[in-house]
């Protein structure tokens, strides 16, 4: 990475750090920056886009029409597997930091000034929420900041099983699957319930790259990802409760 890009990155991550401090202090950056955000409220009355089926008599699927296929699920109706599974891959402390975890983004901070990559740990739950309902894909400073911004907004809003919820249902997931639900479908044909450690570690792996990580397109990677996946799952305690 160029050392000059380098340098900025760093100095983002620190300046980061220090507004985050600076509204855990007071509340006062947060009140200066958030007059200009999207009203968050309109996330409690998700429509999600949803393909036309057609079906037969008996209820059996003749036809799907849609560019996203989605089925979408209240978060009661996630097994505590699959949601291990992708709080292991995405985000192991979201039902404790306030949408932004400054243990998360210290790390990617410190790997960044070290290798030169970002590490683990950058964008929570919460950001990727922020993100993919609000915010474009650009990769600013301007637009990482609101990110950071919007996160926090959110969880005074919402429920962290709120936010969970919006999270697995939004997400893509590779072979035009948005949400888990599709993708348990696409990829296994089998319902949530139904999936075992490996394969719920194998779609909670596809979020970082739905491409790279397909196992369907590149078994080898995926493979690698999922077994990271059970391994995180297995040192945080998770995976004989799950």
């Known amino acids: 990475m160029n050392l000059v890009k380098l340098f900025f990155k760093s100095i983002f991550y620190l300046v ?75 985000d192991d402390r979201f039902y404790e930091h306030p949408g932004v975890d400054l243990q998360g983004l210290f790390r990617a901070g410190f790997e960044l000034l070290r290798t030169g990559h970002k590490g683990q740990g950058g964008s929570t739950i919460t950001m990727q929420v922020a993100r993919n309902f609000f915010l474009s894909s650009e990769k600013t400073y301007s637009r990482k900041f609101r990110e950071i911004l919007l996160a926090i907004k959110i969880e005074r809003e919402l429920t962290k099983r709120q936010i969970l919820e919006l999270y697995l249902n939004k997400i893509y997931l590779g072979n035009r699957a948005y949400g888990i639900g599709a993708a348990a479908s696409i990829y296994y044909n089998k319902p949530l319930d139904e999936l075992t450690p490996a394969e719920a570690a194998m779609l909670a792996g596809l979020p970082k790259a739905p491409s790279r990580f397909n196992p369907v397109v590149n078994p080898e990677r995926a493979k690698i990802r999922r077994d990271y996946i059970l391994g995180r799952m297995k040192s945080l305690g998770w995976l004989d409760a799950a």
Do not use: C, M, W
């Open 16 to 90: 980061v750090l220090l507004a985050i401090l600076a509204i855990g202090a007071g509340g006062v950056t947060y009140h200066v920056y958030s007059e200009d955000l999207p009203d968050v409220n309109a996330l409690r009355d998700t429509q999600y886009q949803v393909p036309l089926r057609v079906y037969d008599r008996e209820g059996g699927l003749i036809a799907e029409f849609g560019e996203k296929r989605r089925i979408p699920l209240s978060v009661d109706q996630v097994p505590e597997l699959i949601e291990k599974a992708f709080l292991a891959a995405e």
